[in-house]
């Protein structure tokens, strides 16, 4: 039974830090593309980043780019999503996913084959 369990969340004012974590187990981690979305209330998912198998290459949206790093410890079967200079647009629940494919685009909701149950992050004014 494949579970992708994130962790990090929270309050934080803008400008500030938060670092989520995703764990995964019941897959064999590195052979997965994983990825982070997010979705705020009342709009779509949306796609924030993501990191291919050994690591080595990395894909952030436009909006995160210079302030999200995702990163990605084999070993530990965890992927993390490190959060800086977050502003109050940045709310939202964040999901991270696994993909198993080596075609699909990683930006795609629909590529992903297993997903978290999310963890809310607030940045306030």
């Known amino acids: 039974q494949v579970q992708l369990v994130e962790s990090g969340g929270g309050l934080v004012q803008a400008g500030g830090s938060l670092r989520l974590s995703c764990e995964a187990s019941?897959?064999?981690?590195?052979?997965?593309?994983m990825g982070w979305f997010r979705q705020a209330p009342g709009k779509e998912r949306e796609f924030v980043a993501a990191i291919s198998r050994s690591g080595g290459n990395t894909y952030s949206a436009d909006s995160v780019k210079g302030r999200f790093t995702i990163s990605r410890d084999n070993a530990k079967n965890t992927v993390y999503l490190q959060m800086n200079s977050l502003k109050p647009g940045d709310t939202a629940v964040y999901y991270c996913?696994?993909?198993?494919?080596?075609?699909?685009?990683?930006?795609?909701?629909?590529?992903?084959?297993?997903w978290g149950q999310g963890t809310q992050v607030t940045v306030s004014s």
């Open positions: 019941g897959l064999t981690f590195s052979n997965y593309l």
């Open positions: 996913a696994a993909d198993r494919s080596t075609y699909r685009n990683y930006a795609f909701v629909s590529s992903y084959d297993y």
